[in-house]
């Protein structure tokens, strides 16, 4: 396999910049993955590096090697495609054996059919192998293309949203399995998603992109804890993010943060007050797990009425309206307070993400040290 490093890439389409000076670095071995909104340049970064299109500037390199002007046959590399790509007139078995009946890539009839049979058993598809495509579901396709790209060893796997098309528990079950395939592999992927869940689930890394730029480069965990902006910070999360203006205040007393509603301030770590003293108008942003609620006031509680309440399974997600702000958490299902009815909340305040209101870039969490940053813009 391969190790993958983008170069000041930029695509333009007429007046519209996909991508807009982007580098990015993808170890050998590592499951990658490139995240973000519709249009937002992620298939335009997979098709430059497959060789589908050709960049305007910047440069394409596989283990050091410039390939940017190689042809797309001549990179061998294998692509899965959101919208599977099969022959409709083979059989799953000649789907999956076509890449080694090429005349780049020939292999003996006994060659083929050895790789084919472990791949379609890898996938739990021996027994579809002699059906047409149209005669199998949307899942089975997807595993027949996929079959078909790892029927051979290319220097890297390029897989454009491919499980998009499925239902939620079959995209499930495909996301650990796709997991466990790479693993037993050991190849390089780069992965393309709009689910952020599949994002977290299935990448070493992940490049967030949106317009054609990179917002932050990082682990799931340095992404989820310690987002590059709000913009990141709202990607990631079910519920969306909260996000509170507040503003910092230090005194002999120690140091709070004031919330706009109902004219309270909560005390925070005094390494807060000291970080953000200076740091101008400032966001929080707080996860719903850091919300917990209450029927009656609490210390430090924040008087509200619930809005909405939206089933989800075992849990239920509940929106409150403070004045004119709207705060989400989840509650467990049977735990079901009634509309318009009074509420008062109570925030973990030591898990707040801070930005700067005027820019949304990140400025301060407790612990980032520990929790890590990754690589971030700005």
Known sequence: MSSITLKRITKNYKKVRAVDDISLE?????????????????????????????????????????????????????????????????????????????????????????????????LHITELLDRLPSQVSNGQRQRIALGRSLVRSPRVFLMDEPLAHLDAKLRHAMRKELKLIQENFKSTTIYVTHDYSEAMSLGNRIAVIDKGTIQQVGTPNEIFYTPANRFVARLFGEPEINIIPVEI?????????????QGKSLPVN???????????????????MDIQYSLKPLADSIRGTVYNIEPMGNQNCITVKIDDAQLQFMLPA????????????????????????????????????????????G
Not at 76 to 83: A, D, Q
Not at 253 to 258: A, D, L, P, R, T
Not at 272 to 287: C, N
Request: proline share 4%; no cysteine.
């Open 249 to 261: 205040e230090n005194s002999a007393q120690g140091s709070f943060v004031k919330l706009p509603w």
């Open 334 to 377: 049977e735990l079901k307070p009634d509309l318009d009815s009074e509420i008062f909340l109570t925030f973990n305040m030591s898990n707040a993400i801070y930005f700067a209101r005027a820019d949304g870039r990140y400025l301060f969490r407790l612990g980032e040290d520990e929790l890590g940053r990754g690589e971030t813009i």
């Open 270 to 288: 005094a390494l807060v007050g000291e970080k953000l003293k200076e740091a101008g108008l400032l966001d929080a942003g707080l996860r719903g």
């Open 26 to 122: 993808v170890r050998d071995n590592e499951f990658f993955v490139i995240f973000g909104p519709a249009g937002a340049g992620k298939t335009s970064i997979l098709n430059v590096i497959a060789g589908i299109i050709e960049p305007d500037q910047g440069v394409v390199l596989f283990d050091d090697e410039d390939i940017t002007l190689v042809e797309s046959a001549d990179r061998n590399v294998s692509m899965v495609f959101e919208n599977y790509a099969l022959y409709p007139h083979m059989s799953a078995y000649d789907n999956i054996a076509s890449p080694l009946r090429s005349p780049k890539y020939k292999k003996n009839e006994d060659e083929i059919k050895k790789e084919v049979y472990r791949v379609a058993s890898m």
